[in-house]
């Protein structure tokens, strides 16, 4: 029982790790595209 508990325990370890990462990587994503749009815009209004 005890080895099965710790199988499941390190599974769910695994899991949450690999859900955070893709929560950090979707949200560096997300600021990099609105980073590059304030560029975009800012170089666009330039006279």
Do not use: P, W
């Not at 005890?2 to 997300?30: C, H, P, T, Y």
Request: aromatic share 6%; proline share 0%.
């Amino acid at each position: 029982m005890a080895v099965a508990m710790s199988i499941d325990q390190d599974e769910f370890k695994r899991r949450r790790r690999n859900k955070n990462l893709a929560v950090g990587l979707g949200l560096a994503v997300l600021c990099l595209l609105f980073y590059l749009l304030t560029i975009v815009k800012l170089t666009g209004n330039v006279h």
